[in-house]
């Protein structure tokens, strides 16, 4: 019953409890007893016990999902949100943050080419190459 209330749960929890008990009763009195009529009943009370187990199910999907938070205050509250203080509101700041952003990627991705051409020419030019730390 996840996302369910509380109050639904605990309704379903206790009316699972009373019908295994009473299935329970019945169980024990079916096996103590002899009489043909005495057993119908009590196999008629076992199918009453399954209709209410299957109306409790039914009622229990009836129970509203929690409301979601509205997304704005739901960001407020991760932990990932601070990762996003520093993006700019306005579209201009926006902007030009976006293209610096990419500026520094340009130069990174140029960078790791750079390291991996010296492999490409053979061992001469590995001994160019930055050693790896150990």
Not at 49 to 78: L, Q
Not at 124 to 132: F, I, V
Request: charged share 35%; glycine share 4%; proline share 7%.
């Amino acid at each position: 019953m996840a996302g369910r209330s509380n109050e639904a749960q605990g309704w379903s929890e206790m009316l699972q409890a009373r019908l295994r008990a009473k299935m329970d009763k019945l169980i024990d009195a079916f096996e103590q007893s002899e009489d043909p009529a005495e057993k119908a009943q009590i196999e008629k009370d076992a199918r009453t016990c399954g209709v209410f187990a299957r109306s409790a199910k039914a009622i229990e999907t009836m129970v509203p999902e929690p409301k979601a938070k509205p997304p704005a205050e739901e960001a407020a509250n991760d932990d990932e949100a601070s990762m996003h203080d520093d993006i700019p509101d306005d579209p201009e700041e926006l902007q030009a943050a976006l293209a610096a952003r990419f500026d520094r990627f340009a130069e990174l991705l140029e960078l790791k080419r750079r390291e991996e051409r010296p492999a490409e020419l053979g061992a001469d030019a590995g001994e160019a190459r930055p050693a790896a730390p150990a």
